[in-house]
Every structure is written in structure tokens, then in C-alpha cells.
């Protein structure tokens, strides 16, 4: 069973350019997270999708973010215009429907993409 | 104050001891907690959960909850090259519907 695929792995853009990290979920999930790593920080939660439905969007950190899940499939997350700050690992990860109060804690991270603005 | 803290290390144990990580949370209302590890350039895996105060055992790993001290451990019994990784700690709010909160990680190294 094919994992939590992102790409690209690597992206190298200058101030002020657009970008979009693209995510594929494993197939059946309907939990779908955005995650980012700054350089020496902790991992810290952008949003969550169930299926197309944005269900937290609170750790996204301003407007020039655009997170969408077309059909509650793969999702994307557009950076624009990209800032120095941006630079970062921004990891996907999936789960499986859970019941409020049910879940059991199993996110399927991606290998991350590497974004580095210049 | 961070919301989830760990010793960032590295912590180097000699293959086939015990190596001990620690995490400390600030949040009372945490329910669920979480050990993944990283290996460098790969994806967070999770390793054990645990939900109630004591012990949960798993192969070599032993998970430990104290929510009065809001402190939770991992122990990796028997250490192995293998084992040398990032180790994230993750809580999960009551209120939470999925998001994780995680810590900086600490690097273990076990050496031959």
C-alpha cells in the first residue's frame, strides 16, 4: 500500500515567487494535515481536512497561505508570494475517520517537502 | 513557555543500554500522547501512544504517563544502532480533533 507521497521533495524559490506543495494522502483517508518545520523549531500544525471540508485551519499562519483538497482527494498548499520565513519542511500526513473522542493518535506522515526561499 | 519541551540533545548511549527521553507539556486538558521517531530525511513514524497514567509496554519500548507531574517518557530498552534517530513527542488536546502538538525532538545516538 503506497504511503503519504508529497512532492516536490525540494524547492528552491526566490523572495516574492509562488509555490505549491502538492500532498497525496493513502487512499481511504479521510483526515488530511498540513504540518511545517522552521529550522530549529518543533513541527507545528497548519490545518486539517476532512475530506474537502476545511475542519482547522488555525495554525496557518497568514493570508499569503492557500491550503484546498479538490474532490477530498490529494490537496495543495500554495505559497504566495513566498517569504524568507516560508523556508521550512512543510509535511502532510493522513488518517482515518475516527468519532470525536475515538481518535487514535496514528498520523501517516510524509517524507516532507523541503521549501527554501532565497 | 513552550507547550510541549524536550531535551533537544544529542543523548548517546552505547549499544544495548537503556536509553531514556523525557517530555514535559503545559497543558492540563492533554489527553493523548504520542512518541514518533525520525529517522534523518524521512517521514515521522509513530512508535506508541498512551492515554492513561503508568506504564505501557511494546517490544523494547516502554511509554510512561505521569498527568499530575504533566510529564511523559519513553524508554528504549537494549539500544541498537538502528535506534539512533529523532524522537518527537506529540500531545493531543481534549478538544482537539486530530491536531498534534509536538516537541523539538531529541536526537539519540547509540554507538557500538
Known amino acids: 500500500e503506497a504511503g503519504v507521497t508529497q512532492f516536490p521533495s525540494h524547492s528552491v524559490i526566490e523572495k516574492g515567487q509562488t509555490v505549491t506543495l502538492r500532498c497525496d494522502p493513502i487512499?481511504?483517508?479521510?483526515?488530511l494535515y498540513w504540518y511545517r518545520r522552521v529550522m530549529g523549531k518543533e513541527i507545528k500544525f497548519l490545518l486539517h481536512f476532512v475530506k474537502e471540508s476545511k475542519q482547522d485551519e488555525s495554525g496557518m499562519p497568514n493570508n499569503r497561505f492557500l491550503a484546498e483538497r479538490t474532490g477530498g482527494t490529494y490537496s495543495t498548499l500554495k505559497v504566495q508570494p513566498a517569504e524568507l520565513e516560508d523556508s521550512g519542511v512543510y509535511f502532510c500526513?493522513?488518517?482515518?475517520?475516527?468519532?470525536?473522542?475515538?481518535?487514535?493518535?496514528?498520523?501517516?506522515f510524509g517524507e516532507g517537502s523541503r521549501l527554501t526561499v532565497l | 513557555q513552550k507547550e510541549v519541551e524536550q531535551n533537544s540533545g544529542p543523548l548517546s548511549v552505547p549499544e544495548g543500554a537503556i536509553a531514556s527521553l523525557n517530555c514535559t507539556y503545559s497543558?492540563?486538558?492533554?489527553?493523548?500522547f504520542f512518541w514518533y521517531r525520525q529517522y534523518s530525511g524521512k517521514s515521522p513514524e509513530l512508535i506508541m501512544s498512551?492515554?492513561?497514567?503508568g506504564d505501557k509496554e511494546d517490544g523494547r519500548f516502554t511509554a510512561q504517563l505521569n498527568k499530575a507531574s504533566q510529564y511523559v517518557s519513553l524508554l528504549i530498552r537494549d539500544s541498537q544502532p538502528s535506534d539512533s534517530a529523532t524522537y518527537l513527542c506529540?500531545?493531543?488536546?481534549?478538544?482537539?480533533?486530530?491536531?498534534?502538538?509536538f516537541g523539538q525532538g531529541t536526537i539519540l545516538t547509540v554507538h557500538p
Open positions: 487512499s481511504g483517508h479521510d483526515n
Open positions: 497543558d492540563r486538558g492533554s489527553q493523548s
Open positions: 498512551i492515554y492513561s497514567n
Open positions: 500526513a493522513s488518517s482515518l475517520s475516527f468519532r470525536q473522542g475515538d481518535f487514535t493518535g496514528e498520523l501517516f
Open positions: 506529540a500531545v493531543k488536546a481534549e478538544t482537539s480533533y486530530g491536531k498534534l502538538t
